[in-house]
């Protein structure tokens, strides 16, 4: 009976280490990358959702100048090149192209 309480001990000891990492930690995750291309007067995806610490690029892909703009963050207006931007603080974050923003070229990023 004392070797089967024994076993039994050694086992839930084993289980119980191999969950403190997973609880320790929250359950952590690797930072992504997600992108935004800009084309034809929008933002594809228009909405995005994310996970804080997570990055957005926007990439322009059109023959014409746009720029990102929200409370806090301004890309410079250009027709090629990208912008990247690290999400830290929970929240939703709507933007624009200033030039654009008449026509509809609005987005929002999701942060959870």
Same mark, same amino acid.
């Not at 997600?34 to 610490?53: A, S, Y």
């Not at 957005?56 to 890309?75: I, L, P, Q, R, T």
């Not at 933007?95 to 990023?109: A, N």
């Given at each position: 009976?004392?070797?089967?309480?024994?076993?039994?001990?050694?086992?839930?000891?084993?289980?119980?280490?191999?969950?403190?990492?997973?609880?320790?930690?929250?359950?952590? !995750?690797?930072?992504?990358?997600?992108?935004?291309?800009?084309?034809?007067?929008?933002?594809?995806?228009?909405?995005?959702?994310?996970?804080?610490?997570?990055?957005?690029?926007?990439?322009?892909?059109?023959?014409?100048?746009?720029?990102?703009?929200?409370?806090?963050?301004?890309? !410079?207006?250009?027709?090629?090149?990208?912008?990247?931007? !690290?999400?830290?603080?929970?929240?939703?974050?709507?933007?624009?192209?200033?030039?654009?923003?008449?026509?509809?070229?609005?987005?929002?990023?999701?942060?959870?």
């Amino acid at each position: 009976m004392k070797r089967i309480r024994i076993g039994l001990l050694a086992a839930m000891a084993v289980a119980a280490v191999a969950l403190v990492p997973g609880v320790a930690f929250g359950g952590a !995750r690797a930072a992504s990358s997600h992108t935004v291309t800009l084309h034809e007067f929008r933002f594809h995806p228009g909405t995005l959702t994310i996970n804080r610490g997570d990055t957005v690029k926007w990439v322009w892909h059109d023959a014409v100048e746009h720029n990102v703009s929200f409370h806090g963050f301004h890309s !410079r207006t250009q027709v090629h090149g990208s912008y990247s931007v !690290r999400f830290t603080h929970a929240g939703t974050f709507k933007y624009v192209c200033t030039i654009h923003v008449s026509e509809g070229m609005r987005g929002k990023i999701i942060v959870h």
